[in-house]
DNA sequence: CTGTTAGCGCCTTCAT
DNA sequence: ATGAAGGCGCTAACAG
């Protein structure tokens, strides 16, 4: 049924060695033989089996790539980043969903997809710091994101830095009171800690008081609870010339609201983003944000995984990605000054 | 270094065939025997070797997804839901994004990949119905969508019978006169079309007269041409007392804008969208919508897909998953009466 | 119920 | 620059 490379060197008159040496591009073929393989290759329709490659060379060219969620659009565009990053490096990406649930999260560690793939690329969202020692495996990793670290590589964005670059453009424009939105009190680590604290960094640098009444909670980066957060904000009275929304989801969702109670952005209130996900593109006043530098985490990510797959022993490695401010119309206008 | 059978069988004292059998749950094996088994496999941390057995039998236990976008919400749940469908089946979903571009999607139909799986769940979002001949692959596929139909399998929406009970649906609350948003004028087939044809037939069967000035296009089905599309038909002055989002992003968007101009939905005007994402439950209000059956689309598309990779060798088969209408906010209170 | 044999298709020695 | 032999880890087929 299937054309294998016994069929071609006989065609061909070589040998299989020699028919492997052409599909290999090994330097040291006559052109001529190449030329004939080459002819029996087209001819007969050959195409390689990569599973027996795989099994003789005890790899499989494929990665994982384990994440919360598809349908949160971070991650769906991480996803892409991921796989194109993969594809230039001739290998192939599996993609895991954990649902963010911690039963899930373990699972994918050790599923039997593990055997399927020569490494994992792990975003965790709901393993706790304190279990570090789950990340220990034997087989070669590369952590994202901030939710924990352990003893493998690591690839993060500058939540801290980016944050506080975030906030301290909304004073640059003039904001004076600045509302976050995203806050989850009590956590240690993880993102809403780490922007929440790089916002307070920005107040404190720019010699701003710190008002705890413009600190919105919202459990779940979503646009809705973005909203609501806002409404809340807005019907407490609190008074407010920016907002900086730990998300894109929390900002639109905050932006819809001021949009409708007729408050105008940026003129009254300036608001930005986090993530510079494709939808701040698409918003009506288009949304400022911050590009965490998705793409060098993803190719990051992917040679530092396909390094350790090649045998490389070096210490564990922390990466930190490059950010950028993008302002768009929601605080592009010049703020009224105080 | 890896653990094989070999050693597995070594340890338990038996041959490497017994442990094979008892890897497989094969029936015959004496209850003592498979707990020896067992322990070798437990103690020696044995497992089993994926690409091996693949090798073996000519299969890799892996099946491709082909898709537009997974920054697409429907997309990204539908991927979700064959994701699922394919681990209750013991099999592995490799994804592959073709950014709805014709020569991505033709690429997808002869990828390296294509060695890699033992069959594709294809769904075009650019090819011409034309052009259904390069549907004419020599592996197991089955298509999804509606943008063209082959020789092949195919899972599909009930588009013109869910636009009509959309539409219908507003009908029944009261509507007379419904905007409907997303129409690609040109089009022969394609959602679009279709969803356009069940919004006619369902004026038709309710006696309402067909106004051209109530159809809105919109290229692409974002929130932010949803929105565009709506502030077209406000701004145009034309009067409606309902809207048909032909998917639920464009209903999204236009939720938003009638939100801000102050048209209290659904007593003003009644929204529905379609493909019922995971947004529509947050939003404000909620947002009713076409649950398209998805999940029964991945499972039929999957189970299909496992049939022709088992040999089934049938005509091809045209499955219709069924709706239904989720009735929520913003379509749900009783409206005045004509 | 369990063992033996013979490859699946490829690549890595080692020759030539 | 090319050929021959062996085996990656597993399972199908057949014995026993």
Not at 13 to 20: N, P
């Amino acid at each position: 049924m299937a054309v294998t490379m016994h069929d071609v060197a006989r065609r061909a008159g070589v040998s299989i060695k020699t028919v492997s040496n052409v599909v290999n591009d090994y330097p040291h073929v006559r052109a001529e033989t190449r030329r004939r393989v080459q002819e029996a290759i087209d001819s007969l329709g050959y195409r390689l089996n990569t599973t027996a490659r795989n099994l003789r060379q005890g790899r499989t060219g494929m990665i994982g790539l384990a994440l919360p969620e598809l349908s949160l659009p971070y991650f769906a565009e991480l996803a892409d980043s991921v796989m194109r990053a993969a594809e230039e490096r001739g290998v192939v990406v599996l993609l895991e969903q954990t649902g963010a649930q911690r039963e899930r999260e373990l699972q994918a560690l050790d599923s039997p997809q593990r055997r399927l793939t020569d490494g994992l690329l792990f975003s965790p969202l709901a393993l706790e710091p304190e279990e570090t020692d789950r990340l220990e495996v034997d087989y070669p990793m590369v952590l994202l994101g901030e939710r924990m670290f352990g003893p493998v590589d690591h690839v993060t964005m500058a939540n801290v830095e980016a944050s506080r670059a975030a906030t301290l453009h909304l004073v640059e424009r003039g904001c004076r009171r600045i509302a976050v939105i995203g806050a989850h009190p009590g956590e240690t680590m993880g993102s809403a800690r780490l922007r929440f604290d790089g916002y307070r960094r920005a107040l404190a640098e720019a010699g701003l008081p710190f008002d705890p009444d413009l600190v919105a909670e919202a459990g779940l980066w979503h646009r809705s609870t973005g909203a609501a957060a806002m409404t809340r904000l807005l019907d407490a009275g609190t008074v407010m010339d920016g907002v900086f929304g730990m998300n894109d989801a929390l900002a639109l969702g905050a932006l819809h609201v001021l949009h409708s109670r007729g408050v105008p952005v940026p003129q009254d209130v300036a608001v930005i983003g986090f993530d510079d996900i494709d939808d701040a593109r698409y918003s009506e006043p288009l949304l400022s944000s911050v590009a965490p530098g998705r793409e060098q985490i993803a190719r990051t990510a992917v040679d530092m995984l396909l390094e350790r797959i090649e045998g490389s022993t070096v210490e564990p490695r922390r990466v930190v990605a490059s950010f950028e401010i993008v302002a768009r119309e929601s605080s592009l206008l010049g703020r009224r000054a105080h």
